[in-house]
Structures are given as C-alpha cells and as structure tokens.
C-alpha cells in the first residue's frame, strides 16, 4: 500500500511564501510524474504543477514565474515553492503521485490547506 502525505500548508500574507512537501512511501518501486493539484472554494481541481522522474517540468498558468516544483528521487519527495502569493492562491492542495509498484496506479495525498490574506 502506498500512502502520500502533505506538509507545509498554513495561512500566509499576500506577497508570502510557502515551501510544501509531499512524501510517498510504502511498497514503491518507482515513482513517474509527480505533481500539485489545488481546490478552491467553489472551483474544480486544477494543475498547479508536474513534474517527472528525470526533472521535467509542467505548470498551470496561474502560477507561473512563482511557483516552482522540485523532486527528491531519494527521499520519494515532491516540493512545491510558492513565492509572491496572492489571494487566489487560497485552495487545498493535492498532491498526486503515479508510482509503480505491484501494480501502476496513481495515489492522491489528504490535502493541505493554504490561505492568503490580502
């Protein structure tokens, strides 16, 4: 069973940064796209950003030149770097994972909270 699990979620005041963290453990054997998923109140789930194994990068167009996401293969960690935060980056945000181990299959971490005050 594979579990994924988020960090560093909180409130912060427009302009702000945050650094969230999402680690995958469990019966893993390789870990392909990683990436960030948000929900605000009222929307759809949208991409904030992906990654894959070897680094390559995707990102929604909200936020980029602001956000940037990283990936530790060593640690099965994905970061997400958030500077210059604006209200509407308020949401929850996901973490998703495609991961290979008995089977393919890809995971959903809970959710962690992120809200910016103007």
């Known amino acids: 069973q594979v579990q994924l699990v988020e960090s560093g979620g909180g409130l912060v005041q427009a302009g702000g940064s945050l650094r969230l963290s999402c680690v995958a453990s469990g019966s893993i054997f390789r870990i392909n796209n990683m990436g960030w998923y948000r929900q605000g109140p009222g929307s759809l789930r949208e991409l904030v950003a992906l990654i894959n194994y070897d680094g390559r990068t995707n990102y929604g167009d909200s936020v980029k030149g602001r956000f940037t996401i990283s990936r530790d293969n060593a640690k099965n960690t994905v970061y997400l770097q958030m500077n210059s935060l604006k209200p509407e980056d308020t949401a929850v945000y996901y973490c998703?994972?495609?991961?290979?181990?008995?089977?393919?299959?890809?995971?959903w971490g809970q959710g962690t909270q992120v809200t910016v005050s103007s």
């Open positions: 998703n994972a495609d991961i290979t181990g008995i089977m393919r299959y890809e995971y």
